[in-house]
């Protein structure tokens, strides 16, 4: 007997929306990973065979979509406020006494009040139309948002559809709640970007909004945030509740994640006792919270206060302050970095700020170090910003800055002697050594991190011992290493040399886009790596490659695509890939995500109006079918897919005898529509 598709795909999305809800809400997991990417697996394929069973709130939407053109705007139908501010005790009485007046509240009463955790982070306002997610957006002026609905579809503690089994829920909503990043996510991004190249993010909140204003959704994806719900919008026919808390625990039983860290409370004295307790206590979370939110708890008390024109008057945000502190700097020293940049960090009298204890700080490059003029033996005022990343604000000119020397950048390198130099229209300034031992240990711990060949024994302490014992040349070299070799290194028992080595000989099987963010192509990070992998499928092949060919990959630019073939000219290259080759590596190449590679080996241009789709959306079904999209026809174009007004590109199609299609035509080969 077969088993009912329609049926099966049902329970299997009961099955993983209830366990996502028990992981990622509840906190207590009843089913293990592997069992959960089964049941994803078999959902998957049976959308596939069968597109019709695919609904919206399908787990297997949590991947992200095709990536958009631009944003479109969303009315939110009741208005997002902000919030008033208070910066101390008293302007927390205030706040007391203003209610009280706005309620006629006998003297001696105490005011019920709810203290929810202020989470740094981006507002976002999520519609459910008869329990499914139907638009995700974000707060913009409170009246019109931007609809990001794909973005927050990724983000697993926003529920796709909504549990009414204990509570039913009204059919139409709009719940509130803040999109944050936790501080350990935010430095794995940070550690990614920066090791492609890219600009980090400051702090946590700008990352979270960086994710969630992304074109595309798969690099939200890839990023893990978190959303706490905190208050609710339009509801249709009103809530089910009488108070805040009520409604807090209402968010919970619907599927929502709801800060745990929330205290009824009675008067202002004892919001005010908590306030003081969060201050202290707020470097112990995971996450930036910058404040506390006070509401009046109960919601007729609310609604009878109202709001001024921009914010509640039942409510006010308490916020800690800034975390500024003022140390002498000992010293400014450089880092060199894998492709030889050099950061200058000022070395600081210790300090603490914000419960931990300081002792470097950031000065990013030259430019910003003559922009504050921050000299050794200064007085400096830092911050955490973000409570991450510790950085210098500004000097506290004193009787002697003057005299001090201005700091320049070495015009050697500090740790290889060699030359240094700042290149033209760029702000850093890199050493030139080829040899340069500080280059290298950054190159092999790259090579070994996380996001690449994940060698996790292979430490940076270890990787530094062993090129300074000239056991490694080169970070392929780690491959060679013996057990003999560390034990004489490390004075290792052996044991720890052991683990050392297996360790190593796990990454020894690793998939092919972990190899390529490994080797460290100057411009190609996680990201990168992984499109290339898909394109290339070999090393050999990806080596191969003309700056030309790699222009025409989606996702790879023409100053990527120089740095790429520019690396693998490199003699060192060379001498990297014939020791992959000798070193019985088995580097797995990529499987297709989803598509059955129609389309492999062909490259697209879409040009003029299209009529079904966006070109980003036509470009998205040629890549998931294995082909290329590119902006510009070559001779090399395989279809040219041209639409309304199309102009230059097919004049150049037809020029070169390029094959020319429509887009209906294009569905067809595509097997869509
Ligand atoms: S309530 C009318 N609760 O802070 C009620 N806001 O400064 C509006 N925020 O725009 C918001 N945590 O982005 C509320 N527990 C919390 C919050 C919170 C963070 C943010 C929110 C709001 C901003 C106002």
Redesign the pocket.
């Known amino acids: 007997m077969s088993i009912d598709p329609v049926s099966r795909a049902a329970e299997l999305r009961r099955l993983l929306t209830d366990a996502s809800y028990r992981y990622h809400v509840l906190d207590q997991p009843t089913i293990s990973d592997a069992e959960y990417d089964r049941a994803l697996a078999e959902l998957r394929a049976l959308e596939e065979a069968d597109p019709s069973l695919l609904t919206p709130d399908s787990p297997t939407q949590r991947v992200g979509a095709a990536p958009l053109g631009q944003f479109t705007p969303h009315v939110h139908r009741e208005r997002?406020?902000?919030?008033s501010?208070a910066f101390s005790e008293d302007d927390l009485r205030d706040f007391d006494a203003r209610v009280r007046r706005g309620l006629d509240a006998p003297e001696g009463d105490q005011i019920p009040y709810v203290a929810?955790?202020?989470?740094?982070?981006?507002?976002v306002s999520l519609t459910y139309v008869e329990g499914v997610l139907t638009v995700g957006s974000t707060?913009g002026d409170g009246y019109q948002g931007e609809d990001v609905t794909p973005n927050l579809k990724t983000v697993r503690e926003i529920p796709l559809r909504l549990r009414g089994d204990a509570l039913p829920y009204p059919s139409l909503i709009e719940v509130?709640g803040?999109v944050f990043m936790s501080h350990e996510e935010f430095s794995a991004v940070n550690e990614a970007r920066e090791e492609a190249g890219e600009p980090t993010f400051a702090n946590p909140r700008n990352a979270a909004a960086g994710s969630v204003r992304q074109l595309d959704s798969s690099i939200t994806a890839g990023r893990r945030l978190n959303c706490?719900c905190?208050?609710i919008g339009a509801a249709t026919g009103g809530v089910p509740f009488s108070t805040q808390a009520e409604l807090l625990a209402g968010l919970g039983r619907w599927g929502f994640r709801v800060?745990p860290d929330v205290a009824a409370l009675s008067g202002i004295e004892e919001v005010i006792a908590y306030v003081r307790q969060w201050e202290e206590r707020k470097d112990t979370l995971p996450y930036d919270m910058d404040g506390v939110?006070v509401?009046v708890d109960n919601l007729r008390a609310q609604r009878s206060l109202g709001a001024t024109s921009h914010?509640?008057r039942w409510?006010i945000?308490y916020k800690f302050p800034a975390q500024q502190v003022s140390t002498q700097v000992l010293d400014i020293i450089t880092n060199v970095g894998r492709t030889g940049a050099l950061t200058p960090v000022a070395m600081l009298q210790p300090v603490a700020v914000g419960g931990v204890t300081v002792s470097k700080a950031t000065l990013h490059n030259e430019d910003e170090v003559r922009r504050k003029d921050v000299r050794i033996g200064d007085t400096v005022v830092i911050q955490r910003a973000g409570e991450v990343i510790p950085e210098v604000v500004s000097v506290i000119v004193d009787a002697e800055h003057a005299s001090r020397p201005e700091w320049s950048m070495p015009d050697r390198c500090p740790v290889c002697g060699s030359e240094t130099q700042r290149a033209e229209g760029e702000a850093v300034t890199r050493c030139l050594g080829i040899a340069c031992p500080a280059q290298l240990k950054r190159r092999i711990e790259h090579f070994a991190s996380r996001g690449a060949m994940d060698i996790d024994r292979l430490g940076d302490k270890l990787i530094a011992r062993l090129v300074d014992a000239g056991k490694l040349a080169d970070p392929l070299d780690v491959f060679a290493l013996t057990k003999d070799d560390l034990m004489e290194i490390e004075r290792m028992a052996d044991k720890s040399a052991q683990n050392v080595v297996d360790s190593i000989n796990a990454a020894r099987v690793r998939p092919l886009e972990r190899l390529i963010t490994g080797l460290g192509i100057p411009q190609v990070g996680a990201t990168a790596a992984r499109t290339l992998a898909q394109q290339s499928g070999s090393l050999e092949r990806l080596a191969a490659m003309t700056a030309d060919e790699l222009k025409l990959v989606h996702g790879i630019g023409p100053v990527v695509a120089e740095s790429i073939e520019r690396f693998f000219r490199q003699d060192e290259t060379q001498v990297v890939l014939r020791k992959i080759s000798e070193q019985n590596l088995k580097i797995a190449a990529p499987e297709r995500q989803d598509g059955d590679g129609r389309f492999e080996g062909k490259t697209f241009v879409f040009t003029g109006a299209l009529e079904t789709m966006t070109r980003p959306e036509a470009e998205a079904i040629a890549r998931r079918l294995g082909g290329t999209a590119s902006g510009s026809v070559s001779k090399k174009t395989s279809y040219v897919v041209a639409g309304e007004n199309a102009g230059s590109k097919l004049e150049k199609a037809n020029a070169l005898g390029v094959t020319v299609i429509t887009e209906a035509e294009f569905l067809g080969l595509a097997g869509v529509g």
């Open positions: 997002m406020l902000s919030l501010n929810e955790l202020k989470m740094d982070g981006l507002a707060r509130r803040e706490y905190y208050a800060n939110v509401k914010d509640p409510a945000a």
